[in-house]
């Protein structure tokens, strides 16, 4: 998970922990460079990113998830 304080949570990636362990440090060095990406979005950029398919939101007060 990449979470920012504010408003906003971003969810990368998951993985239980049954089958994975922890991300070695490769992974762990890509998931960092991603979260600072990420966490670094305008409201503007991550609209744009939602409406070309690339990110999608999830509402917790959605029906359909």
């Known amino acids: 998970v990449f979470f920012r304080h504010e408003d906003r949570a971003v969810f990368a990636f998951g ?3 049954s089958g994975k362990a922890n991300l070695n440090a490769i992974e762990l060095r ?4 991603a979260a600072g ?3 670094g979005l305008t409201q503007a950029q991550i609209g744009t990113e ?3 398919g690339r990110l999608f939101e ?3 007060d959605a029906q359909d998830l």
């Open 15 to 17: 993985f239980a922990k």
């Open 30 to 33: 890509t998931y960092k460079r």
């Open 37 to 39: 990406i990420m966490l």
């Open 50 to 52: 939602v409406r070309e």
């Open 58 to 60: 999830v509402n917790d």
